[in-house]
């Protein structure tokens, strides 16, 4: 099994940055996806950025793409998503997730096989 466990959420003002860190343990893969993804309130879970671990190609979606990077750090299998200019729109739960299938990266949450618990990402106007 793989254990994520996502770190660095928490209350900003608008055009202000964060840095959220996601750090994978247990099992390991030579080969996979780490995305993050985000679940405002009474709103569904959405794709929000990923990177392939070989390679390092990158995903984003449209509504953050150039604000936020995301990142890796393969000796301590960790991912970041360096979040810039932050808006209130930003605000939700983050959650990063591992996906097995390394061919192609995945916008839609099915495709994901293990997911942290979330953390928290207030953007205030």
């Known amino acids: 099994q793989v254990q994520l466990e996502e770190s660095g959420g928490g209350s900003v003002q608008a055009g202000g940055s964060l840095r959220l860190t996601c750090a994978a343990s247990?099992?390991?893969?030579?080969?996979?996806?780490m995305g993050w993804f985000r679940q405002a309130p009474g709103k569904e879970r959405e794709f929000v950025a990923a990177?392939?671990?070989?390679?390092?190609?990158?995903l984003y979606a449209d509504s953050v793409k150039g604000r936020f990077a995301i990142s890796t750090d393969n000796a301590k299998k960790t991912v970041y998503l360096q979040m810039d200019s932050l808006k209130p729109e930003d605000t939700a739960v983050y959650y990063c997730?591992?996906?097995?299938?390394?061919?192609?990266?995945?916008?839609?949450?099915?495709?994901?096989?293990?997911w942290g618990q979330g953390t928290q990402v207030t953007v205030s106007s």
């Open positions: 990177i392939r671990w070989s390679g390092g190609s990158t």
């Open positions: 997730a591992l996906d097995l299938n390394f061919i192609h990266i995945q916008v839609m949450t099915a495709e994901y096989d293990y």
């Open positions: 247990g099992r390991t893969f030579s080969s996979y996806v």
